[in-house]
């Protein structure tokens, strides 16, 4: 089993900036990469970004880019996510996923663990 834990969510105004962190614990060595996916009041669940353990390899929504950085440290097991020039439309909760296969999913039927969420608020 592995446990997410998330956290730094918040209020704040377009164009500002947040870090949402999220711990892990439990059997941390057999996972494979960290996922972060959001969800919208009214709107299906959808891939932010994720990183594989090993060598720290990113994937991102195309809408994230150049916005959003994914990065993790190993030593703590714990993975961010650095978000900046906000949007109201980033408004969501965003959760931590953990995929235990081999390979990097945008899919999150495709994670094994999922934490909490934690709820981002961009004001316009």
């Known amino acids: 089993q592995v446990q997410l834990v998330e956290s730094g969510g918040g209020l704040v105004q377009a164009g500002g900036s947040l870090r949402l962190s999220c711990a892990a614990s439990?059997?941390?060595?057999?996972?494979?990469?960290m996922a972060w996916f959001r969800q919208a009041p009214g709107k299906e669940r959808e891939f932010v970004a994720a990183?594989?353990?090993?060598?720290?390899?990113?994937y991102y929504l195309d809408s994230v880019k150049g916005r959003f950085t994914i990065s993790r440290d190993n030593a703590k097991n714990t993975v961010y996510l650095q978000m900046n020039s906000l949007k109201p439309e980033d408004t969501a909760v965003y959760y931590c996923?953990?995929?235990?296969?081999?390979?990097?999913?945008?899919?999150?039927?495709?994670?094994?663990?999922w934490g909490q969420g934690t709820q981002v608020t961009v004001s316009s």
């Open positions: 996923a953990d995929r235990l296969r081999v390979g990097v999913s945008l899919t999150d039927q495709e994670y094994d663990y």
């Open positions: 990183i594989r353990w090993s060598d720290g390899y990113t």
């Open positions: 439990g059997r941390t060595f057999s996972s494979y990469a």
